[in-house]
């Protein structure tokens, strides 16, 4: 489409949008995307302690965390030690039998591991388990 202005010149309208910014955007934000999609999957952070024997679990179960700040965690959502065991009776739906692991950071006091424990046992919740990593054999 041409048109001439006031001057007498020709000139042509651009009628095509320029697609380059937006690609440019676009690309930015997956990169942003990969790089923080990996940090966000990986939940709490803790540093497990490694001991030679280790079981595979198949299944997600009722995981208790305890990490460096003494904060305790059901799954990803902060809950008090009071009502640590009330939420996990809530969480285990009608599974009787349900087990409890616990993920503790390895400088973690035995004294805040017991009142974990205790809690549980409080909450009649009897099968118990203790997650830790394997140790490396170089």
Do not use: C, H, W
Request: glycine share 4%; proline share 4%; charged share 20%.
């Amino acid at each position: 489409m041409a048109f001439t202005n006031l001057k007498g010149r020709t000139q042509t309208a651009l009628a095509d949008i320029n697609v380059t910014p937006f690609v440019d955007v676009v690309l930015v934000l997956l990169i942003i995307f990969m790089i923080t999609a990996p940090i966000l999957e990986s939940g709490i952070e803790i540093d497990l302690p490694k001991t030679k024997t280790v079981r595979a679990v198949a299944t997600q179960k009722l995981v208790v965390t305890i990490d460096k700040k003494q904060t305790i965690y059901v799954g990803n959502i902060p809950v008090n030690i009071n009502q640590l065991g009330k939420t996990l009776l809530d969480n285990r739906g009608t599974d009787e039998e349900s087990a409890v692991f616990i993920r503790a950071d390895r400088t973690v006091p035995f004294g805040a591991f017991a009142q974990v424990v205790d809690s549980l046992r409080e909450a009649n919740l009897t099968n118990i388990n203790i997650v830790t990593e394997p140790l490396s054999t170089r």
